[in-house]
């Protein structure tokens, strides 16, 4: 459980420092201000919950392609062979880490 704290720690940290954050809460302003200035209140009803599904599904696999092109790049994938991290536990630190990232950019 330490282990996987611990990546899961690293994980906030690559992300706050690669601004995925920063680019989600922006992507979501600048969404939900369109959808306010351009959808009518009746229409709210059926446009939320499909710009939902499309926005944090496709913004969730650019999360997923930037991580892997940056660990590609720091050499993360041939550090982890080395290293007591489980190949789980390394997978459910990145799954929790960009699941808090696409539930932070829902609440928005």
Known sequence: MKRLLAAMKLD????????L??????VAV???????????PEQLTTYVPTLMLLV????TLLYVAAMILF???QGTLNALIVSPL?????LWSKIVTL????TLEAAV
Request: aromatic share 10%; no cysteine.
């Open 30 to 40: 600048v969404i939900a201000g369109a959808l306010a200035w351009l959808a009518n």
């Open 86 to 90: 489980t190949h789980g536990e390394y």
């Open 99 to 102: 699941t808090g990232l696409a």
């Open 71 to 73: 660990e590609k790049e």
């Open 21 to 26: 954050y920063t680019i989600g809460l922006v």
């Open 12 to 19: 906030f940290l690559l992300q706050v420092r690669t601004q």
């Open 56 to 59: 944090i599904g496709g913004s």
